[in-house]
């Protein structure tokens, strides 16, 4: 395998997780029960509707905006390490090429 080059790879990382959000926000303003019922299955019995606003208030763009400035600031740099993790243990695929199964 190649080396990944970090800092492109954090930007794709970044606009990877700016469309996952955007999706998100679009399915909250459009399904906001069936978001919630969806989103409850991945929290392991926690009941997400104690955190709907009250009076079902929707989302304003502050928080959209906010919410995006969010999802940068930790995608970016997650997509750094994770780059740097993948180089650190791929070692140019050197191991797995030399690894061959045995034949019987």
């Not at 800092?7 to 794709?12: Q, R």
């Not at 304003?60 to 906010?66: F, K, N, R, S, Y």
Request: glycine share 8%; proline share 8%.
């Amino acid at each position: 395998m190649n080396r990944i080059e970090p800092v492109p790879f954090a930007f794709a990382n970044v606009l990877t997780f700016l469309v996952l959000y955007l999706a998100c926000a679009a399915a909250v303003v459009l399904f906001p029960d069936g978001t919630v019922n969806f989103f409850n299955s991945w929290f392991h019995g926690l009941d997400l509707n104690l955190l709907r606003p009250p009076g079902g208030r929707p989302l304003t763009l502050a928080q959209l905006v906010t919410g995006a400035i969010g999802v940068v600031v930790v995608a970016f740099p997650a997509g750094l390490v994770l780059a740097a993790l993948y180089n650190t243990f791929n070692h140019g695929g050197k191991h797995a090429a030399s690894v061959r199964p045995r034949t019987m």
